[in-house]
């Protein structure tokens, strides 16, 4: 049963655990208030955190959703005030990631490159866009604290929840609840996805405006996975690596003196021009290139790479990234590079091989997240629970046919003139390389005709770049130009 209880000026609403036992409550909250310095300036602000139903087609619920809610105290006119809606990716990661350590006003205990500290815990965000927007995060079903009713069984029918449409369909119908609950109709509203959550928002923005007639601002991409080319293979997925092996090369000092004295900037565009025009082509020949054209692309991608030419020729000039995270320091102390991040190093059991036995960064942040979040959410946030908070939940196998997520955001953008896009990356991420997520954002409109509404932020760290605290400000302030930029009060919707 629920308790409502006045605690100290704080409305609590918390669940007799005797009752529940280890179940989730489908729909409750627990309300807090705290206090946060940005940018120099005191901002008071309230948390929500608790549960809100999915429902099947006859009212029935089918899932509760976890969600952590912000919003600054003192607004005069909530109307103009925009709300931040921010999802992570897996498919099946909790919104962890970004809520605390990117955008949200409390971040983990790390060091300024974003390696673990003990004791483990959260700091204040001098950086959060909680001044500027109201953020919620989400916890789509089996993820975080969010599960499905009943939680395993052939009672639950996985076609609605784990799978690129169904994903998209139940969220953007949770979204007009929740919405609505909130008073946010009015709002400027912007959906924020990391990793897969990229293909997630891609997804949300034509779902939310044509099923809903919910009309976004803005879109942001935070290191995207756009599995058109991740998954497919082939010429142009093979080529779009190399960029991504010269700035990790670059990172460890693995490249040639002539590209290793220069800055990484100056570097970056004859990587990605040479991956374009010359690349590409090549790689499209396969086994039908010229020997002399095939050394020569070889001696090239070694040069971008840090690898040698006999490994690359060995490779028919295709290089898996597996194979560049093993291999590219073995000389140089016999490190792994991190996946995700290719900053983090690691041991492997042997030199040999074509792939790292684990993932360095992965390891690393866990050591932070994990106990963070649960101390966070259970002691500061109020929730009180015994389900374990699942930082990957069991969502697989996870449907990916019919991926239309990248026209469903043209679409979305043709149809509503307001609707701007941010993609924001770290050149070393290996795993959803920045010079993917160029390419997507090349790709979503090829008239070209909507192209100055689209925005592309680099920074020098990895997939979650966040946690190198000179890039946790730099793209918090970035998210917080684009939304003071795209709210565009006052403006009329039209061509």
């Not at 052939?154 to 949770?174: C, T």
């Not at 565009?269 to 070889?298: C, D, H, M, Q, R």
């Not at 993932?359 to 994990?370: C, I, N, Q």
Request: charged letters at 20%; glycine letters at 8%.
């Amino acid at each position: 049963m629920k308790n409502l209880i006045l605690v100290g000026g704080l409305v609590l609403c918390l669940m007799s655990a005797n009752a529940q036992g280890r179940k989730l409550p489908i729909d409750t909250i627990v309300t807090t208030q705290h206090s946060v310095t940005i940018n120099g300036v005191a901002i008071n602000y309230t948390a929500k955190t608790g549960t809100q139903p999915v429902w099947d087609a006859e009212g029935k619920p089918i899932a509760a959703l976890h969600y952590t809610y912000y919003t600054r105290n003192n607004v005069k006119d909530q109307a103009s005030r925009p709300l931040l809606i921010s999802f992570n990716g897996g498919p099946g990661s909790g919104s962890v990631w970004m809520h605390l350590a990117y955008t949200g006003p409390r971040i983990l205990k790390i060091d300024d490159e974003g390696y673990p500290v003990q004791p483990y815990g959260v700091n204040h965000n001098p950086y959060s866009v909680l001044d500027v927007t109201d953020i919620v995060y989400v916890n789509p079903a089996n993820t975080g604290y969010s599960r499905t009713i009943p939680e395993t069984g052939k009672d639950v029918d996985r076609d609605i929840f784990f799978g690129i449409n169904a994903d998209i369909k139940y969220l953007a119908e949770w979204l007009n609840t929740f919405v609505t609950r909130n008073n946010r109709w009015r709002s400027p509203k912007y959906i924020i996805g990391e990793s897969y959550g990229g293909t997630r928002v891609m997804g949300l923005s034509l779902a939310l405006q044509n099923q809903q007639w919910m009309y976004l601002n803005g879109v942001i991409m935070v290191s995207p996975a756009d599995y058109k080319v991740i998954r497919n293979g082939g010429p142009v997925s093979d080529a779009l690596n190399l960029p991504y092996y010269t700035a990790a090369a670059w990172h460890h000092k693995a490249l040639p003196p002539e590209l290793q004295n220069k800055d990484l900037l100056e570097i970056l565009p004859e990587s990605e021009n040479y991956t374009i025009n010359t690349l590409i082509p090549a790689l499209a020949k396969g086994g039908f290139i010229g020997e002399t054209e095939k050394n020569a692309v070889a001696k090239k991608i070694a040069y971008y790479s840090g690898l040698s030419e006999k490994e690359i020729v060995d490779q028919n000039l295709v290089v898996p990234t597996g194979y560049f995270w093993k291999n590219l320091l073995k000389e140089q102390g016999g490190y792994t590079m991190g996946r995700l991040d290719s900053r983090y190093l690691g041991i492997d059991r042997e030199l040999n091989g074509t792939r790292p036995d684990y993932s360095a960064e992965l390891t690393s942040w866990l050591h932070s997240f994990t106990p963070a979040i649960n101390y966070y959410l259970q002691e500061e946030l109020k929730f009180k629970t015994d389900i374990k908070y699942n930082m990957f939940g069991p969502v697989r196998p996870w449907n990916n046919e019919d991926d239309n997520t990248r026209d469903n955001l043209r679409q979305a953008m043709a149809q509503n003139p307001y609707l701007n896009v941010l993609v924001q990356s770290g050149y070393y991420d290996g795993a959803t390389t920045y010079f993917n997520a160029k390419y997507t954002m090349w790709q979503v409109d090829p008239s070209g005709r909507m192209k100055d509404r689209f925005e592309f932020k680099g920074y020098r760290s990895g997939h979650m770049m966040y946690l190198r605290r000179e890039d946790l400000q730099k793209a918090n302030d970035d998210i917080r130009a684009f939304i003071k930029r795209t709210a565009v009060l006052g403006e009329s919707a039209k061509y």
